[in-house]
T-cell receptor, first 115, second 111 residues
Framework: GAVVSQHPSWVICKSGTSVKIECRSLDFQATTMFWYRQFPKQSLMLMATSNEGSKATYEQGVEKDKFLINHASLTLSTLTVTSAHPEDSSFYIC???????????FGPGTRLTVL | GENVEQHPSTLSVQEGDSAVIKCTYSDSASNYFPWYKQELGKRPQLIIDIRSNVGEKKDQRIAVTLNKTAKHFSLHITETQPEDSAVYFCAASSGNTPLVFGKGTRLSVIA
C-alpha cells in the first residue's frame, strides 16, 4: 500500500505555544488528506478534510482558528495547533487518499502533550 | 449525515474460534464499506473493503458481508490467531462524503 509519513511522532510543548504537525504522502499524489484526533481507547474523530490548493472543510465543533490546516501540495498537509492548552493533548493522526471515499492510508500519528 | 454503529465494543475469543463484528449505517446512499485494523500504538490499516454492488468478499481468513436492504455489514474472522488481537473499525461513505468510522471493537484472541 501507499506510504504516509507524519512528523513529529511526539511533541511536548508549553501551554500557549503553537505546534505544527506535517503529513506527507511519500509515493502517491494525495488529492485529499484527513486529520483525525484519537483519544485513548476511542475511535477516530475526523477533525477536517483538506484538498490540495483549497480551504479545509472542518467538522462541526472543530475550531478552524485553533486548528489551522494547510494542504499546499499533493504530498503535504500541515496541521497547526495554535495556542495549545492541556485539553488539546491527544493523538493526532492524518490520512491521505486520492478521493473522498477511496481507501485511506494513515500516517503513524503524533502524540501531543501540552504542559 | 451518516451514522455508523459498531458492536460489540469488546470481544474475546479462544484461539481458533471465529469472531464476528457488526456495523449498521444510516445513509442509504453509502456505497463503500472498509474495515481497518489498528494494533496497539500503530496506525490503522485497511484489511478488507466492500462496495455496494457486492454482497460478500473474502480474503483468506477474513470476510465481509453486506446487506444493503438492512443497512448493515459484518466482518468475519475465522481460525483466529493471537496476532488478530487489535481494535477493528468499520466505516461507511457515499462517495461524496468522508468516511464515517464506527467506535471500534477491541478483539482479544486468547491462546
Amino acid at each position: 500500500g501507499a506510504v504516509v509519513s507524519q512528523h513529529p511522532s511526539w511533541v511536548i510543548c508549553k501551554s500557549g505555544t503553537s505546534v505544527k504537525i506535517e503529513c506527507r504522502s511519500l509515493d502517491f499524489q494525495a488529492t485529499t488528506m484527513f486529520w483525525y484526533r484519537q483519544f485513548p481507547k476511542q475511535s477516530l474523530m475526523l477533525m477536517a478534510t483538506s484538498n490540495e490548493g483549497s480551504k479545509a472543510t472542518y467538522e462541526q465543533g472543530v475550531e478552524k482558528d485553533k486548528f489551522l490546516i494547510n494542504h499546499a501540495s499533493l504530498t503535504l498537509s500541515t496541521l497547526t495547533v495554535t495556542s495549545a492548552h492541556p485539553e488539546d493533548s491527544s493523538f493526532y493522526i492524518c490520512s491521505a487518499s486520492w478521493a473522498l471515499a477511496a481507501e485511506q492510508f494513515f500516517g503513524p500519528g503524533t502524540r501531543l502533550t501540552v504542559l | 449525515g451518516e451514522n455508523v454503529e459498531q458492536h460489540p465494543s469488546t470481544l474475546s475469543v479462544q484461539e481458533g474460534d471465529s469472531a464476528v463484528i457488526k456495523c449498521t449505517y444510516s445513509d442509504s446512499a453509502s456505497n463503500y464499506f472498509p474495515w481497518y485494523k489498528q494494533e496497539l500504538g500503530k496506525r490503522p490499516q485497511l484489511i478488507i473493503d466492500i462496495r455496494s454492488n457486492v454482497g460478500e468478499k473474502k480474503d483468506q481468513r477474513i470476510a465481509v458481508t453486506l446487506n444493503k436492504t438492512a443497512k448493515h455489514f459484518s466482518l468475519h474472522i475465522t481460525e483466529t490467531q493471537p496476532e488478530d488481537s487489535a481494535v477493528y473499525f468499520c466505516a461507511a461513505s457515499s462517495g461524496n462524503t468522508p468516511l464515517v468510522f464506527g467506535k471500534g471493537t477491541r478483539l482479544s484472541v486468547i491462546a
